[in-house]
């Protein structure tokens, strides 16, 4: 009987963290098209509005991925909890300061971060589900471990920028509010940029460190091969 039940757990977890993977993989390459075919369609007109076409699924992913945190915690996903967790909170908390401030929802920087953060998870979901099926690719593993770096660096690096314009809008308006959020808001954010560059490498020096035990241990696959 304990055998029977722990064989339909694992059978569970594997098509739960199948099903996670594919629902991220198929949602995010459903904004990057949209994202790409407004801006093929309608030029730089469509960067005003990419926020209202794809920010419910947008949000509704990157909400999604806090399951990522108990994934990691259960054993159902083998990577670094740290750099997850930094990654999954400044997404979601970027996200919230977008919502709630509508004028810069229409900013340039706010249709290439969701461009950047759509092409990370599409370097990532695939891999995943290729080693949930127990197939890796060497192709996959490289360029989920290599060339995910210097986007994710990219992408912080943007992210620092959206946060600077939402400052300076808050100060610009803090004037006509004498209310207790406009006040203290702009210095938050002046302490987010150093936090945002404090995690960014700490997560960055992970990653290289994630990155050499996995191919690391292809190699030594190979080799035994």
């Known amino acids: 009987m304990k055998a029977d039940f722990m064989r339909r757990m694992f059978t569970f977890r594997l098509v739960y963290i ?15 098209a949209n994202t790409i075919a407004r801006f093929l369609t309608f030029g730089q007109d469509a960067l005003a509005d990419t926020f209202y076409s794809v920010g419910f699924v947008m949000s509704l992913c990157q909400l999604l991925s806090i399951l990522e945190l108990f994934h990691i915690a259960d054993g159902i996903e083998k990577a670094r909890l740290i750099p997850r967790f930094f990654q999954v909170m400044e ?31 599409l370097l990532r979901y695939p891999h995943e589900l290729l080693c949930v099926m127990e197939k890796p690719s060497i192709a996959m593993l490289w360029t989920r471990y290599t060339l995910w770096i210097p986007l994710y660096v990219v992408s912080v690096a943007n992210e620092g920028l959206i946060i600077y314009q939402a ?18 808001l702009p210095l938050v954010l002046m302490l987010c940029l150093p936090v945002l560059s404090l995690g960014a490498s700490v997560t960055v020096w992970q990653l290289l460190k994630e990155r050499q035990n996995h191919l690391k241990k292809w190699n030594s696959k190979m080799k035994r091969k």
């Open 91 to 121: 997404k979601n908390l970027l996200l919230i300061l977008v919502i709630k401030l509508e004028e810069i929802q229409s900013k340039p920087v706010v249709c290439l971060q969701f461009f950047l953060w759509n092409v990370l998870d």
């Open 167 to 184: 400052q300076l809008y808050i100060e610009q308006t803090a004037s006509f509010s004498s209310t207790t959020s406009h006040i203290h």
């Open 18 to 32: 199948f099903s996670y993977n594919l629902f991220q993989f198929c949602g995010h390459t459903w904004i990057l």
